[in-house]
Each structure stands twice: as C-alpha cells, then as structure tokens.
Nanobody, 124 residues
Framework: QVQLVESGGGLVQAGDSLRLSCAAS????????RAWFRQAPGKEREFVAG????????YYADSVKGRFTISKDNRKNTVYLQVSSLKPEDTAIYYC?????????????????WGQGTQVTVSS
C-alpha cells in the first residue's frame, strides 16, 4: 500500500525558508518520479516542482525557479522541497505526489498517489 506523508510546513514571515519533507512507503523509490504541488484557497492545485526517478533531473514552475529546490533521497524514499525567499503568494497547502514513471508531469491528473498535505502560511 502506497503511503506519502508530508511534514515541515508552518507559519513564517516573508523572506523566510522552510524544508518540506515527504516520506514514502509501499513502493521502490528508484522507479517512481516525485513532485510537489500546492493549492491555495479558491484556486486549482498547481505544479511546483518535479524530479525524475533517478533524481538527476528537476523541473520547476516559473513562479518558484531560483527560490525552491527539490531533491530526493532514494535510500530513505523521501523527497524534499527547500523553499526560500518565501512570499505571501506562496501560502498554500503543499502536497507531494508519486507516479511509476521516469519523467514527472506537471498535470495533477497524471499522479496516482498523493499525501495529505502540509500547510505553509507566509505573512507579510
């Protein structure tokens, strides 16, 4: 049974940093791409960052390039999202996702497995 558990969210001020974690179980990390999405109140879930199953290639939404970094530890079956220079518009629930594919897709419908989400709130 696949399970994804996020952690690391919180209430921070603009300009602060956080590290989000997503621990996975029930599948082999080497054969799954991983991603982070976020959803703000009243908005659709949007792609934030993705990483291939080897961890060698990463993808980012334009809105977070240069500020967010996704990484993957296959030994721990855990993916991380380092979020820096946070802005109030980054406020959202952050979800991690997993899919048995090499290349991560930026459409939520391509991801069969999801965590429960972790709230990130950025005050100005």
């Amino acid at each position: 049974q696949v399970q994804l558990v996020e952690s690391g969210g919180g209430l921070v001020q603009a300009g602060d940093s956080l590290r989000l974690s997503c621990a996975a179980s029930g599948f082999r990390a080497n054969y799954y791409a991983r991603a982070w999405f976020r959803q703000a109140p009243g908005k659709e879930r949007e792609f934030v960052a993705g990483i291939t199953w080897t961890g060698s290639v990463t993808y980012y939404a334009d809105s977070v390039k240069g500020r967010f970094t996704i990484s993957k530890d296959n030994r721990k079956n855990t993916v991380y999202l380092q979020v820096s220079s946070l802005k109030p518009e980054d406020t959202a629930i952050y979800y991690c996702a997993a899919a048995p594919t090499d290349i991560p897709q930026n459409m939520a419908g391509h991801w069969p497995y999801w965590g429960q989400g972790t709230q990130v709130t950025v005050s100005s």
